[in-house]
């Protein structure tokens, strides 16, 4: 996806949400709005909007000198989504349609984002998953392509989220290559994020190497790419994903919910839809 | 009042707002948010937002080629006010308190604010503001220092908005100074905006000669300064005064609506908050 104009000032916000976060000392935030303000000119409007996300999120680190100002924030979200894990494991068990509810629980997950949200509930976030419309549903063509699919590439999104995942991927029954970020940046899940929500139980992790908030493949490891391009069946959960892969030809099923009117306006949808989408077209 | 962190997405945001009302041309837009971007670090957290507000539309007046851009939302919005000017002045006559009517709705005429606000119905807001409690409300100082003003100095802030400024100017009885930006920015009034709204019927119409959206004095006229020095009562409408004034040391009675979580904050008051504020104390 393309950077649009409204991005921009939408870069500064994420800015000024992570600064906050990172320290309390407003000198330093404003020397880090300064910096961002002064990358804007540098950022096309051909670029997708995660690649920005990689420098902002770096200026932050650098400027607060705290490389994972989201770590404790990513071990809570965590630990409260595993205390979820039971009840959502007995909700995908009595369910008619496993493989759905599940899907439906993995969307539900992609709330947990503090790049694009400042509050959300995850309690009510599953119950709305579970009952919402999907505004695209390529459910059939996922079922048929899991069907003959030997290996899943999953690319993770938000830490927390991963629990959700878990769910999915335990659901499907099928080998698992679970992609996470190669290093920190905002909350999205790398490898120590995936093995608190015991991830490694059900899948192998891999890195993908990047360190933007999203998987852009020229920013990733060579391991990585290899993977990427030989598989068969991917999918891709969260906004950041989406951004970065929305133009790839690839076997790909993005699983995300739309949280900003940006990618709204994108996808040809409104704030707050559920999407399963297939680009295999 | 100073600024705060929280203002620069802001500022980011206006320019965008601002630059799609001047022109469709995306580069000029894209253009633009980069100088804004830049213009960033030359703001310290210690002037006031109109201050920037000053530079930013200047900015979007210069890259866009359009030296007013809201020219005709301006001559739109007066002549909606206008048609309900008749109905409007029967709401005063007919009310118990027809000073406290005619301030309500001067305040209703607040939301008429382009800087601040994209999507406001004015029919709403005036009802709205019939009906709702101040959250501050210096009324009975406010009717003691009118009873004793030999002249009322009035700071206009949006076109449109004094149709509503007129029917409280005529409610009050003195005489009145109407005070009007030197230049257009935003949708504030000027000479023109105040003339078709019927001001020069009522008051004398002095302009601040300021280029800011709000009345920061170090920016006005020689004139305007010596008027504002010496007056006894005056009546400051709306945020971009209140910000450019909030510090002065002046019989100033500050009547707006509160339309952002900045000011909420500064002012200790909610988003919404309707205001009659006094700083003789």
């Given at each position: 996806?393309?950077?649009?104009?409204e991005?921009?000032?939408?870069?500064?916000?994420?800015?000024?949400?992570?600064?906050?976060?990172?320290?309390?000392?407003?000198?330093?935030?404003?020397?880090?709005?300064?910096?961002?303000?002064?990358?804007?000119?540098?950022?096309?409007?051909?670029?997708?909007?995660?690649?920005?996300?990689?420098?902002?999120?770096?200026?932050?680190?650098?400027?607060?000198?705290?490389?994972?100002?989201?770590?404790?924030?990513?071990?809570?979200?965590?630990?409260?989504?595993?205390?979820?894990?039971?009840?959502?494991?007995?909700?995908?068990?009595?369910?008619?349609?496993?493989?759905?509810?599940?899907?439906?629980?993995a969307i539900?997950?992609?709330?947990?984002?503090?790049?694009?949200?400042?509050?959300?509930?995850?309690?009510?976030?599953?119950?709305?998953?579970?009952?919402?419309?999907?505004?695209?549903?390529?459910?059939?063509?996922?079922?048929?392509?899991?069907?003959?699919?030997?290996?899943?590439?999953?690319?993770?999104?938000?830490?927390?989220?991963?629990?959700?995942?878990?769910?999915?991927?335990?659901?499907?029954?099928?080998?698992v290559?679970?992609?996470?970020?190669?290093?920190?940046?905002?909350?999205?899940a790398?490898?120590?994020?995936?093995?608190?929500?015991?991830?490694?139980?059900?899948?192998?992790i891999?890195?993908?190497?990047?360190?933007?908030?999203?998987?852009?493949?020229?920013?990733?490891?060579?391991?990585?790419?290899?993977?990427?391009?030989?598989?068969?069946?991917?999918?891709?959960?969260?906004?950041?994903?989406?951004?970065?892969?929305?133009?790839e030809?690839?076997?790909?099923?993005?699983?995300?919910?739309?949280?900003?009117?940006?990618?709204a306006?994108?996808?040809?949808?409104?704030?707050?839809?559920?999407?399963?989408?297939?680009?295999?077209?």
């Open positions: 996806m393309k950077t649009y104009l991005c921009f000032p939408c870069f500064l916000n994420q800015a000024l949400r992570a600064g906050r976060i990172a320290t309390d000392d407003e000198k330093k935030i404003k020397r880090l709005l300064d910096e961002v303000g002064m990358m804007l000119k540098d950022i096309p409007l051909e670029s997708t909007p995660p690649a920005s996300g990689k420098m902002i999120y770096k200026k932050v680190s650098e400027i607060s000198g705290v490389p994972d100002p989201y770590k404790e924030i990513k071990e809570e979200s965590t630990e409260k989504c595993l205390a979820l894990y039971p009840s959502l494991k007995h909700m995908v068990a009595k369910s008619d349609d496993k493989l759905l509810t599940a899907i439906r629980i539900a997950g992609n709330v947990i984002d503090f790049g694009a949200n400042k509050n959300f509930d995850i309690d009510k976030e599953i119950e709305a998953a579970l009952k919402r419309d999907f505004a695209v549903c390529d459910y059939t063509e996922f079922r048929e392509h899991l069907n003959e699919a030997d290996e899943i590439l999953y690319l993770g999104d938000n830490a927390g989220e991963c629990v959700f995942d878990r769910i999915l991927i335990e659901t499907m029954k099928k080998p290559i679970y992609v996470v970020r190669g290093v920190p940046v905002i909350n999205d790398t490898y120590e994020d995936a093995v608190q929500a015991g991830i490694n139980r059900v899948a192998t891999l890195s993908s190497g990047t360190d933007a908030p999203g998987t852009i493949i020229n920013t990733c490891s060579a391991e990585f790419k290899k993977v990427f391009e030989s598989a068969g069946f991917i999918i891709s959960k969260g906004q950041g994903n989406y951004e970065a892969l929305s133009n030809k690839r076997p790909i099923f993005f699983l995300l919910k739309v949280k900003c009117h940006v990618i306006n994108d996808m040809g949808l409104t704030e707050g839809d559920m999407v399963l989408k297939s680009i295999i077209k």
